[in-house]
Nanobody, 115 residues
Framework: QVQLVESGGGLVQPGRPLRLSCAAS????????MSWFRQAPGKGRELVAS???????NGPDSMKGRFTISRDNTKNTVYLQMNNLEPDDTAVYYC?????????WGQGTQVTVSS
């Protein structure tokens, strides 16, 4: 059974960093392309960053610079380092895996940026 479990969300002050983790199980993690998405209140889900099986990263230009995705295949975990957070970054952040012909989502972790 595929599972993606996000952690690391919470309340953070503007300008502060936060790192999210997504622990994967039930599939061959190293063979999966991984991504982080987010969904703000009243908005659609948007891509934050992606990382391929080979470690190449990609994402919207608006996210580059403050958001960095990485993976540790020895721990079956993908990370999202978020720096200099802004109130507009408030959203539920979701982990996503593409493995073979399957697509899988985590349950999401709430990130709230507020003073």
């Amino acid at each position: 059974q595929v599972q993606l479990v996000e952690s690391g969300g919470g309340l953070v002050q503007p300008g502060r960093p936060l790192r999210l983790s997504c622990a994967a199980s039930g599939f061959t993690f190293s063979a999966a392309a991984m991504s982080w998405f987010r969904q703000a209140p009243g908005k659609g889900r948007e891509l934050v960053a992606s990382i391929s099986t080979g470690g190449s990263t990609n994402g919207p230009d608006s996210m580059k610079g403050r958001f960095t995705i990485s993976r540790d295949n020895t721990k079956n975990t993908v990370y999202l380092q978020m720096n200099n957070l802004e109130p507009d970054d408030t959203a539920v952040y979701y982990c996503y895996a593409r493995y073979g012909f399957g697509e899988y989502w985590g349950q999401g972790t709430q990130v709230t940026v507020s003073s």
